[in-house]
């Protein structure tokens, strides 16, 4: 049996054989470290930290800017509601009765009535593409105004330092140079910044064509209107993915009919106005909800169903190879199958992003990601322009 003397003296010894044993593992993990992780030029670690704070600011501002696009759709509708009573007492009127008589042997009449009357009190399909259209644009160019600041600010904060030197990064002298540098790391951090994001970075992404880049998200967002008011393609321009969307008059059709007007006035209880108006009020919520996140799951609930293209519809719009040309009655068909197609198409690709991606389809969401790939670029980009001289 060991003595309290001996207990202490093996105690003794086991505190020191774990101390030395912790030094090793520790000296080990520095050594490991020095030689697997970068170890920086003490001139570019000084400047990446002088720069990093104006990242953090442009993309503070950043965010504000998607908040304030969101902003400016939200009180588009706030100030279109009160004109739904207007709207609900025009349809209640002599010449709104007198126009629901009329479409019984003149078809058309009612429904002219009520669009002209929507356009009237609410808004025209114009007034909605332009702010759709200038909460976009002006985010976008927004964000492409903080980026080229920051880049002349960065070019001051380094341009007079040790930075500049011909062995490190001359080209702050020159501003287009910079910005050349700037853009050929822009490319070569695409696909990482890609796996980063979860979602894929385009090239239109990386060359920034503000108008562009818009012209696409307003597209998005009006396909996401014609698909959830059922009307796809309908409220398109034929200048869609050129950037010249247009919302036509459809788009007021679609509307209405998403009301159910007609069963309002024929049903109507002691207030008809004040429930035509409450009608017109949920839609106006439907559709600033489309716009800002797209359609809902709910909005398909015949999801997940087979994808449109069946063999059928295949062999239709794509003729075995060696086939006679077709007749004119074989191309009208084709046409209009195609048409068909398309538009189920479309349902069907957002009826999946609906119920797999909530949210993607909006402005708000498109814009997100807009910033959030532009952060993480602009940051990937500077970081090897700065730290790693520009290398692969």
């Not at 030689?35 to 000084?46: E, F, I, K, N, W």
């Not at 644009?137 to 070019?155: F, H, M, P, T, Y």
Request: a negative charge; proline letters at 6%; charged letters at 25%.
């Amino acid at each position: 049996m060991l003595t309290a003397t001996e207990v202490r003296q093996a105690m003794g010894r086991r505190r020191t054989a774990l101390l030395t044993l912790g030094i090793l593992t520790g000296l080990a993990l520095a050594a490991a470290g020095y030689y697997c992780y970068p170890r920086y030029d003490p001139v570019r670690l000084a400047a990446w930290e002088k720069v990093t704070p104006r990242l953090a600011e442009v993309e503070e501002a950043s965010k504000a800017d998607v908040d304030e696009s969101v902003a400016q759709i939200r009180a588009f509708f706030a100030e279109r509601h009160p004109g739904a009573r207007d709207f609900a007492s025009d349809v209640l009127s002599l010449g709104g009765k007198w126009a629901y008589v009329k479409d019984y042997y003149e078809p058309g009449s009612h429904n002219r009535f009520l669009e002209e009357s929507f356009v009237r009190h609410i808004f025209s399909p114009e007034e909605l593409r332009t702010i759709v259209d200038s909460a976009v644009s002006g985010c976008v160019s927004k964000l492409q105004g903080r980026e080229n600041q920051l880049l002349v600010d960065i070019r001051a904060d380094l341009a007079d330092g040790e930075m500049a030197a011909a062995d490190r990064l001359p080209a702050l002298h020159d501003e287009a140079a910079f910005r050349q540098q700037y853009e050929a790391m822009l490319e070569q951090v695409m696909p990482i910044v890609s796996r980063e994001v979860g979602f894929s970075v385009t090239r239109e992404v990386v060359s920034f064509v503000g108008s562009e880049i818009a012209a696409q998200v307003v597209a998005q967002i009006a396909q996401a209107l014609a698909v959830r008011l059922g009307i796809s393609g309908g409220i398109l321009g034929t200048g869609a993915y050129s950037g010249t969307v247009t919302f036509g008059i459809g788009l007021v059709v679609g509307i209405l009919v998403d009301m159910a007007l007609d069963w309002a006035i024929r049903e109507a209880g002691y207030d008809p106005e004040g429930e035509i108006a409450a009608k017109v009020d949920e839609t106006l919520d439907r559709l600033e909800s489309t716009i800002l996140d797209g359609p809902s799951a709910a909005d398909f609930p015949d999801y997940p169903s087979p994808h449109p293209l069946t063999p059928e519809i295949a062999r239709i719009l794509i003729p075995p190879r060696g086939s006679p040309p077709p007749s004119a009655e074989e191309e009208q068909r084709r046409h209009a199958v195609a048409e068909e197609y398309f538009a189920a198409k479309d349902r069907w690709f957002m009826a999946k992003a609906a119920h797999e991606d909530p949210g993607s389809l909006g402005m708000r969401n498109q814009l997100s990601r807009l910033h959030e790939a532009r952060a993480r670029l602009r940051q990937a980009a500077l970081r090897r322009l700065i730290l790693e001289g520009g290398t692969p």
